[in-house]
């Protein structure tokens, strides 16, 4: 059976590629797709946890956290479809009308 | 629990009314002639009220409820009617400023009461589940509403880096929310709570769950380095959704950090502590020297939203070492006194700053005090009340939260934050100057306040001088409130 | 031995196809990886007996949100934004940054591994029949989480009909 370490191992450097993702990354959809990587490293960190502790409440929380990301989704994009119909770009460094 | 009791019901009752409304408010839309969308606002305002009374006439009794995920008690009470108190404010100061800008739209409203209800229950929670639901009910709405100038670059903006940055947090507060779980196997507070306490439990890995949590919480109330967000969040957005955004959701997150590091962190030793003691140095300070330099008002003020809440993390700080609840309570008076003077400046300078909100220079100003005596004259109190000048309840606020810190000992934090204080002065009073001080003509809207931005404005400027002359029963409750169940 | 090898296979796929996602120039590229990993995190909730989490993994992400991001990326015209500056400049802030949080989780998960050792061996008895299961808790302890979550894809639903509508009326 694989341990526990291993999946937490894992999730870990899922959230860490998203985070640097989004750190680095200057595409607006990109950087939200990085957003949908971390949300699934905290889900497989949850579904690891449920499973060796024989407790499924960590499950349910990832039902809950899916039904979150799905929402997100929703009025991400159409913030993106908006944001793009105003301005015709999504590379966030051109996002700076309110510089000093 | 698999039946669902009434005494249960009522302690979620605030919520379930104004999500009621919220969608009654949609539903009547239609039957609205287009000229007459301000009912909308007063069906909306009449939910805030109803869910207020309904709280205060059949108060529910205090105690857990929905098998341990709801805590009904003075705290939650406590920030239940501030936020029900903000989104009062910031409906009455919206309704003008919708017609005058032509986005009269009843999701404005809708999403207003929404993000209400889930404030109230990020603040009445002992399930983390829920809070993440609640913050995200929040976050979601008002990512909307600061996009809802459509038309608007600056607002599209604010929007889109409010929405990136918020799910980023998110997502770190979630996987600190997974370490609780797989470290204790409960998302309860209370149970959490009890788990915690047994010799032995605290680990490296759970301070490392703390923190992540406390980092997702830091972007909402915006404290360095995680403010990198704020100030254009809050220029680019409607002014009256910044009123209502830089007070409600970030009083929600102090709310969940009370409850979160209040309640589980005390045995965690110097880490939490120090983390906090850290963020609050340097939030206060990049705060208010950033905040000097700006020459928008909006962004002032921005920036000043974020050295208040490194004075409420003092306040936060004290109450960790000390464990008293001199220290929480001093948080609670402080986030209701900020709440009053942020919501009432951001309203009138939605106001002043005329349609499409083209006049937010601080030079925009520019003899306002002759131009307009009355609208002057309220901005000062707000400043004087930001900058804490005596007999405002910027004062008093300050005061509870210095006096708590030297308390609990941090001399250190204190002398920063009194110094900050000073530094504080010197922009909030730069507007004051440049409307009475400077010759010229104002660009500020000259038109005459509305009678809801009035009541709205005159509701704020009383509670500030309420709180700064008679502090005594204001404190009383908050001190009666600063004692989470968990 | 299956498990072992299907979870190192799967666990290599989810993070390769991780990092192609990040740095891939094209948006459209980045979201068909992103599909890979999504496919992999699957595999692994079934590893870990969760048949029903797979399901919702595959029908909702990969069938709902990934198709609705790449429908966007389609409708906001690839060949300006693939054109644009695709990765920060300010790399070495961002470096420090990702350094720190990889260093600190990894430092907590090293020192803190003695607190997973009480789980290593628990039973997994609780966890069969996962979709019965998963149902009661649902409609039972996890009802008012279930109300919450139903208002907060209402507010999803009316901010993205409000932000992508063309025109209001």
């Excluded at chain 2, 009461?113 to 993440?132: D, H, P, R, Y």
């Excluded at chain 2, 009256?240 to 969940?256: E, M, Y």
Aim: positive net charge; contains cysteine.
């Amino acid at each position: 059976m694989v341990p526990l370490s291993h999946y937490i191992a894992l999730s870990a450097i899922l959230f860490v590629i998203g985070a640097a993702g989004f750190i680095f990354r200057r595409n607006i959809i990109t950087v939200f797709m990085c957003i949908e990587l971390m949300l699934n490293a905290v889900n497989l960190a949850f579904m690891a946890f449920s499973r060796f502790r024989g407790n499924l409440d960590g499950q349910l929380f990832v039902f809950f956290v899916i039904v979150v990301a799905a929402a997100e989704a929703a009025v991400g994009l159409a913030l993106i479809i908006s944001l793009y119909r105003s301005r015709d770009t999504l590379a966030i460094d051109e996002l700076d009308s309110m510089k000093l | 629990m698999t039946t669902v009791s009434i005494p249960d019901v009522m302690r979620i009752l605030p919520e379930l009314i104004l999500a009621g409304f919220a969608i009654l408010v949609m539903l009547f839309e239609p039957f609205v002639p287009a000229g007459r969308k301000r009912v909308l606002g007063w069906i909306a305002l009449l939910g805030v009220l109803v869910a207020g009374m309904a709280f205060t006439w059949a108060p529910p009794n205090a105690g857990m409820a929905f098998s341990g995920s709801i805590a009904a008690d003075g705290f939650s009470y406590f920030f239940i009617f501030l936020f029900l108190t903000i989104a009062a404010l910031a409906l009455l100061g919206s309704i003008n400023y919708l017609e005058r800008d032509n986005i009269h739209h009843a999701e404005y409203y809708a999403l207003i009461l929404f993000s209400t209800v889930g404030m109230c229950f990020m603040a009445a929670s002992a399930e983390l589940i829920m809070i993440f639901l609640g913050l995200e009910i929040s976050s979601l709405s008002t990512y909307v509403l600061a996009g809802f100038r459509r038309h608007d670059p600056r607002s599209n903006e604010s929007a889109m880096k409010y929405f990136l940055l918020g799910s980023f947090a998110t997502a770190f507060f979630l996987y600190g929310i997974a370490f609780v779980y797989g470290l204790t196997g409960t998302t309860n507070l209370v149970d959490l709570a009890a788990d915690l306490a047994q010799p032995g439990k605290w680990s490296t890995l759970t301070r490392a769950a703390l923190i992540l949590m406390f980092v997702g919480l830091a972007f909402k109330v915006s404290t360095v380095p995680f403010q990198i967000w704020t100030p254009d969040v809050y220029q680019g957005a409607p002014a009256p959704v910044t009123a209502f955004l830089s007070t409600g959701p970030k009083a929600a997150a102090f709310a969940v950090l009370v409850r979160i590091f209040l309640g589980l962190a005390g045995p965690s030793g110097p880490a939490a502590f120090w983390v906090i003691w850290i963020s609050a140095a340097l939030t206060m300070t990049v705060g208010n020297f950033a905040a000097l330099l700006q020459k928008n008002v909006k962004r002032m003020l921005a920036y000043s939203a974020i050295a208040h809440a490194g004075y409420v993390l003092v306040g936060l700080a004290a109450a960790m070492a000390s464990g008293s609840t001199e220290g929480a309570s001093a948080v609670l008076f402080y986030l209701a006194a900020y709440a009053f003077m942020n919501v009432g400046a951001f309203l009138l300078i939605a106001h002043l700053a005329g349609p499409g909100e083209g006049r937010t220079e601080i030079s925009d100003f520019t003899g306002l005090g002759r131009a307009a005596p009355g609208a002057a004259a309220c901005l000062t109190v707000f400043m004087l009340s930001l900058s804490g000048i005596p007999s405002t309840a910027g004062f008093f606020a300050k005061f509870y939260v210095f006096r708590a810190s030297v308390h609990a000992g941090l001399i250190g934090l204190t002398i920063i934050a009194v110094l900050n204080s000073v530094v504080s002065v010197y922009y909030y009073l730069n507007l004051v100057v440049t409307m009475y001080m400077r010759e010229g003509e104002p660009q500020a809207a000259r038109t005459p306040m509305p009678l809801p931005l009035y009541s709205a404005i005159a509701a704020s400027l009383f509670a500030i001088f309420y709180l700064g002359l008679y502090p005594n029963h204001f404190l009383l409750l908050s001190t009666l409130s600063s004692k989470p169940l968990p | 031995m299956v498990a072992e090898v299907t979870f190192f296979i799967l666990s290599a796929l989810a993070l390769g196809s991780a990092v192609m996602v990040i740095t891939r120039r094209n948006p459209v590229h980045s979201a068909l990886w992103l599909i890979v990993t999504l496919f992999s995190v699957g595999g692994v909730f079934l590893i870990l007996r969760a048949p029903f989490l797979f399901a919702v993994q595959i029908i909702l992400y990969v069938g709902g949100i990934m198709v609705l991001i790449i429908f966007v990326i389609m409708l906001v015209s690839v060949d300006v934004s693939g054109r644009q500056q695709q990765f920060s400049r300010q790399w070495l802030v961002g470096l420090t940054t990702v350094l720190i949080l990889a260093a600190e989780l990894g430092y907590a998960l090293y020192r803190g591994s003695k607190g997973f050792l009480l789980a290593r061996s628990a039973p997994a008895a609780a966890l069969e029949n996962n979709t019965q299961a998963i149902g009661t808790a649902l409609y039972q302890n996890y009802m008012l989480p279930v109300e919450i979550a139903s208002i907060l894809l209402l507010v999803a639903m009316v901010g993205a009909v409000l932000m992508a509508k063309r025109k209001m009326e």
